[in-house]
């Protein structure tokens, strides 16, 4: 089978990237999956092994200090290690920061065509197909690559993952960074305080907005503490975060991030066309508002019609008296 080179990003503490998982099952639904990192020392076998869980048949490894101490060169070098060495019908990144970038540099390298922000791939024949949500989620299209390699950057959380339950084999190549790309060079890394120990907006199962509908930052606490009851993460929409509700790096949408969750609560949410773009491709929504003409209830699976403040405490209630 084809081979299809993922680029794996990993976390400060070199874990796997959440969005790992999506990749490798994109990838796997292409062909053999190859994952490719960028790491400093190498990544332990704990790593390796989970990457073959998740279906990567090879892990491509490049070493090299300036994988720790320089932005994105490192992991578009080997990329394109990878793909001189494994020719393979696609590369795929995650749609994140890093991944975009890396993405687009690689097309310039080796001449091939970014296909952007993909919410699914399949194969065509011989020929790979990408499906994107567009125009704020009001269409569903596809895209492909007429010429060249399709370089194409995956929606975090858009396709699920799958984790073998069999041996997972992984074959480990590991090649020396030769370090000769240009890059911004790290100073010093701030780690961002993230709400205590619930999961990252981008890749959660469960995301809990809320919107301006809260009326206030003290009321915001309710969206917090639903999503806590569910393990889920904390999403609000631009009129929340322009309120001072809740920080800017929950705002979800056209101007924030991207989630497909499984689960997806627009708590006081009216669903502009701006803030559906970055939820629509959730696979279930559910949304709780007290105007019944909200353009929300468009894009709901789920619709109550009422007031959030006697809604989610019912909710709540509800979630406690759950048998454990
Ligand atoms: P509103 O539209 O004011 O809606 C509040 C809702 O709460 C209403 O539907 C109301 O019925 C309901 N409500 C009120 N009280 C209660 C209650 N007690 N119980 C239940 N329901 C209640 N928006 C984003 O979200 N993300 C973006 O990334 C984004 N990017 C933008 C980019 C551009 C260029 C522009 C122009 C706009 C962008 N916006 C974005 C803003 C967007 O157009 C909307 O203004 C915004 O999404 C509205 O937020 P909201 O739904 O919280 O507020």
Do not use: C
């Not at 060249?148 to 858009?158: D, E, H, S, Y």
């Not at 773009?277 to 353009?295: E, L, R």
């Amino acid at each position: 089978m084809a081979h299809v080179v993922t680029l794996i990003e990993l976390t400060r503490q070199g874990g796997i990237a959440a969005s790992a998982r999506g990749l490798l099952a994109a990838a796997t639904s292409l062909g053999t999956p190859v994952a490719v990192v960028a790491a400093g020392t190498g990544v332990d076998g704990a790593v390796a092994a989970q990457l073959g869980l998740l279906g990567a048949a090879v892990l491509y490894q490049a070493v090299g200090p300036q994988a720790d101490s320089v932005l994105t060169a490192p992991a578009v070098e080997a990329l394109e290690a990878a793909v001189a060495a494994y020719a393979p019908v696609a590369v795929l990144t995650a749609n994140s920061v890093d991944g975009r970038e890396a993405a687009a540099r690689l097309a310039v390298r080796v001449g091939g065509a970014l296909l952007a922000d993909a919410v699914s791939v399949r194969l065509d024949g011989e020929r790979i197909i990408a499906g994107h949500s567009i125009f704020g989620g009001a269409y569903d299209v596809e895209s492909a690559v007429e010429g060249g390699l399709p370089i194409i950057t995956v929606r975090q959380g858009a396709i699920d993952g799958v984790e073998s339950t069999g041996g997972g084999a992984v074959e480990i190549i590991t090649a020396a960074l030769a370090g000769t790309g240009p890059g911004a060079r790290i100073d010093s890394v701030n780690d961002a305080a993230t709400g205590a120990t619930r999961p990252e907006l981008r890749v959660a199962k469960t995301v809990v907005s809320g919107g301006r509908g809260l009326g206030s930052k003290e009321n915001f606490a309710l969206v917090e503490q639903l999503a806590d009851a569910l393990g889920a993460a904390v999403g609000a929409s631009r009129a929340a975060v322009d309120a001072g509700y809740i920080d800017q790096h929950a705002q979800v949408g056209q101007t924030g991030v991207s989630v497909s969750p499984q689960l997806y609560i627009a708590l006081g949410i009216s669903g502009a066309i701006q803030h559906r773009a970055g939820m629509q491709t959730a696979k279930t929504i559910v949304a709780i508002n007290k105007d019944a003409d909200s353009p929300i209830f468009d894009v709901a699976d789920f619709g109550i019609v009422g007031d959030v403040f006697t809604v989610v405490p019912q909710l709540l209630h509800a979630l406690e008296a759950r048998p454990v």
